[in-house]
């Protein structure tokens, strides 16, 4: 499998802290990487190392096959595009005069491009507004244009979706989809919306402690995913009675709603019930979300 | 490098820093002058030269260039602008090297715009030159605008090193108020308006090596040193500039 990013080892210690420590991840090219961890996992600063901004204490990467102590990894970072944090751009310029102002750095002669982009993030109708007039929504869809520039092969996005309405959140996701599908562009994207990461990730890395602690692809975790049975009943002791009859695995809720994890038909389960009189009010089959599979990974706690 | 350069000209020609800055620099010469002649009307007997409005630029320049390049350079940081030419591919050494070029450009244009308004003043008033020639005057405007540059420059590093914190702020507008005080103190010391110098020793060493090598005491005075002297502090402090900025934003984990 070709890989964009390749970390080997990668470590960085602030003073005595170690932010990252020795970190091996790998974005296979054309992906769709989902980033997850906590605040202070490490995911910000990797990002940086990745886009140069800081240097690795040890350890190494490869960008675009490229190492990181070489000369031409500027070469490699000129087809990379980020948006870090808060978007990069000019307040005092229009959306369309930081798209020029990006060209020109980037050296790229052509300007048709520019109208392009700005259609894409759907701010063409924006015209002589100044970027310091924008909503947080524009400006990230503002930044995102600004990476775009230059047709870059890898996106890097923290938290795209921060500041974010309905609507804009569900732009970025189907823009995303769309220019890695049709572009080939592969992204690299950090968000606590797991739910929302969940839709448009083709691979996760989790990160703990400044360690990766898992990277799979969506098939995998679909295959790790456990489905379960949610039930809400009178009572969940009569439930338990009745499910432990015939050795189930389950996990009692409260007093009224439990999870079942077997693949048990629901005409089963009531025939079970009725032998314990217990009464079934609801019962619905739910797959083990992105969230509970990081929950279950990391082992839960606050700032996902 | 270039095309880094072309873009920060572009932006610092958009920045609404440096246009104010421009525009206070202009709106200052105008109504200083205006001020001058409305005295000159009511007392008759304070007569207003030309000489008087050509030096008027000197009391702020400092301030102006100082806040200009700080405002201008630190929003880029802030912004996160820098960090996207990183990002982009952009060399730290061609990033801090087009900063520093548009640091001299900052004192080039305030100069160069003060220059031309002055002498529209004169015209548009009907000044006179009372003691200098015109020859003493484009050197006057050779070494503030030179020396406006070098300070543009250092202004400049001085964000690039502190990295585009709000601090830069106050340590920029801090210098150009310590160095006014300081240059006040020694010009006062060594040209008494009543009397002769009565510096002797160290000091007066001290005082004359700051007024000869220091760019901020320059606008301050009519140029009485040969260009070689002036040159030598414009080009120190350039040169110091440089060098620091270079070694120190190379190296600088930018947020």
């Known amino acids: 499998m070709d890989y964009i990013f390749k970390t080997n080892n990668l470590c960085k210690n602030y003073g005595s802290f170690a932010a990252l420590k020795d970190v091996n991840m790998e974005i296979p090219k054309h992906s769709i990487y989902g980033f997850v961890g906590k605040n202070g996992a490490g995911k910000t600063t990797l990002i940086r190392l990745l886009c140069g901004l800081q240097t690795p204490s040890s350890g190494s990467y490869e960008l675009m096959g490229i190492k990181n102590d070489s000369a031409d990894i500027l070469k490699a970072r000129r087809k990379l595009g980020a948006v870090v944090e808060s978007p990069a751009i000019y307040k005092d310029l229009t959306a369309r005069d930081n798209l020029i102002q990006q060209c020109i750095m980037l050296g790229l002669a052509d300007l048709k491009n520019v109208d392009e982009l700005l259609d894409i993030v759907g701010l063409s109708d924006t015209g002589k507004k100044k970027a310091k007039n924008f909503s947080l929504g524009m400006r990230q869809r503002l930044g995102l244009a600004i990476a775009l520039c230059g047709n870059p092969e890898f996106i890097i996005l923290d938290e795209p979706t921060n500041g974010l309405d309905p609507q804009g959140i569900i732009e970025i996701r189907e823009l995303v989809i769309k220019l890695n599908k049709e572009r080939g562009i592969t992204f690299l994207i950090s968000s606590h919306i797991l739910d929302e990461l969940a839709r448009m990730a083709t691979h996760y890395g989790f990160i703990d402690k400044g360690h990766i602690v898992r990277q799979m692809s969506n098939e995998s975790l679909r295959k790790e995913s456990h489905k379960a049975i949610k039930m809400t009943v009178n009572d969940t002791k009569l439930l338990a009675k009745a499910i432990e009859s015939r050795g189930l695995k389950y996990k009692i809720i409260d007093n009224r709603t439990a999870d079942i994890y077997e693949d048990i038909n629901f005409s089963e389960m009531a025939k079970l019930c009725d032998k314990t009189e217990c009464i079934i009010e609801k019962m619905e089959e739910n797959e083990e979300n992105l969230e509970s599979f990081y929950l279950s990974l990391i082992g839960g706690g606050k700032n996902v | 490098m270039f095309r880094i350069f072309h873009a920060d000209i572009r932006k610092m020609i958009h920045d609404k820093g440096f246009r104010t800055c421009l525009m206070v620099n202009i709106l200052y010469q105008f109504f200083s002058v205006l001020i001058l002649k409305t005295i000159n009307i009511l007392y008759p007997k304070i007569v207003l030269y030309a000489d008087a409005v050509a030096f008027n630029y000197g009391t702020i320049s400092t301030f102006l260039i100082f806040a200009s390049t700080l405002i201008t350079t630190t929003s880029d940081y802030s912004d996160g602008c820098i960090r996207n030419k990183i990002i982009s591919g952009a060399s730290r050494v061609n990033i801090y090297l087009s900063w520093a070029a548009c640091g001299l450009l900052h004192g080039l244009i305030h100069s160069v715009a003060a220059c031309i308004t002055s002498f529209l003043c004169n015209l548009i008033f009907f000044l006179k030159w009372d003691t200098y020639t015109a020859q003493e005057i484009l050197y006057y405007w050779l070494i503030i605008t030179l020396s406006c ?107």
């Open chain 2, 149 to 255: 540059m070098a300070l543009g420059l250092f202004s400049t590093t001085l964000v690039m090193i502190l990295g585009g914190y709000k601090a830069s702020y106050i340590v920029g507008l801090s210098i150009v108020i310590v160095m006014k005080i300081v240059s006040l103190e020694v010009l006062d010391k060594l040209y008494p308006e009543n009397g002769i110098c009565t510096l002797t020793g160290f000091k007066l060493c001290l005082y004359q090596f700051l007024e000869k090598y220091l760019p901020f005491f320059y606008p301050m005075m009519r140029p009485h040193y040969g260009l070689f002297t002036y040159m030598m502090g414009i080009g120190g402090i350039t040169v110091i500039s440089l060098i620091l900025g270079l070694v120190i934003f190379k190296r600088k984990e930018i947020r």
